[in-house]
């Protein structure tokens, strides 16, 4: 027997003795299974000698939106090995992994931060763009006209407007999570308890920088905020991100694509339709102003 092997064995005896102990005690229930295998995890990590063993093994600690994933890399292969969404366990788990042997484990933060954004463009496609003043003025005559659409044709059209062109989102998909989600009704909240236009999270709004979330303003900008990511972090794949934003990134990451939820994959038929419905009145309503 390998002095790796039995070493292994040592940790899972241990680690089920621990168990088993826990089990009997009022802290297991207190903490409930989660927390138990938080504190299994660091014991079974922490005892000594297990760097020296484990020279083609590395676990990453993963932490975003959704919660906690622990990765584990070994001799090339990569396999999700926890995932943690309760809020103690997940940070307890991310907490933990910081006192450990960087060779052992790293941590990956994916928390919303500006690094993730880029530049905006405020509505300006990236290509090069003539600057000859025909130009100039249709492109003003045209933003003019987007801008009285929304204004005039849906409801916080002002808001969603501005801050699609703000985070460089289109303001057809912005309008359409905003209906999907609350009907356009500011003060909606859901059983779950996300609230406003957008049906933002409480958590997830202070990720995002928003205080009050009943407030259309800060929603809206939270929201597309928040969109802008997702097709960032889907390359741009709409479905994706749409997906992500009703059933969570890390459903979307789980199963490398719409995730096949009856609920979502409802949300992103609804959401794609009206996008298109939005372009189509748009259409119109630029044809009929000029």
Not at 166 to 192: H, M, N, W
Not at 196 to 222: F, H, K, S
Request: charged share 25%.
């Amino acid at each position: 027997m390998t002095k790796r092997s039995s070493l292994m064995e040592r940790l899972s005896t241990r680690s089920a003795k621990t168990h088993g102990a826990l089990r009997k005690r009022r802290v297991f229930r207190w903490l409930g299974g989660r927390g138990a295998a938080t504190l299994l995890f660091g014991a079974a990590l922490s005892v000594g000698g297990v760097a020296e063993v484990m020279d083609n093994v590395h676990f990453v600690v993963r932490k975003d939106l959704d919660g906690v994933r622990v990765v584990e890399n070994s001799n090339g292969h990569r396999q999700v090995v926890a995932t943690l969404a309760d809020g103690f366990a997940a940070n307890s788990v991310f907490k933990l992994s910081r006192a450990l042997p960087d060779k052992l484990v790293s941590r990956q933060n994916d928390l919303f931060t500006p690094s993730w954004m880029t530049e905006p463009s405020y509505g300006v496609p990236a290509q090069k763009v003539p600057h000859d003043v025909f130009h100039q003025e249709m492109a003003r005559i045209s933003g003019t006209i987007r801008r009285d659409f929304f204004q005039n044709a849906i409801p916080f059209g002002d808001i969603i407007q501005e801050k699609a062109l703000k985070y460089d989102v289109d303001p057809a998909l912005v309008a359409a999570v905003v209906e999907t989600e609350s009907r356009f009704r500011s003060g909606a909240r859901s059983q779950v308890g996300a609230r406003g236009l957008m049906q933002i999270m409480p958590r997830t709004g202070r990720w995002l920088g928003a205080r009050n979330l009943d407030d259309p303003e800060q929603n809206v900008e939270a929201g597309t905020k928040y969109l802008k990511y997702l097709q960032g972090r889907f390359d741009g794949n709409l479905r994706n991100a749409i997906a992500a934003y009703n059933g969570g990134e890390g459903n979307v990451m789980r199963y490398n694509g719409v995730p096949p939820f009856r609920e979502t994959r409802s949300y992103v038929k609804k959401v794609m339709s009206r996008v298109q419905q939005r372009h189509q009145q748009l259409k119109a309503y630029e044809q009929a102003q000029r």
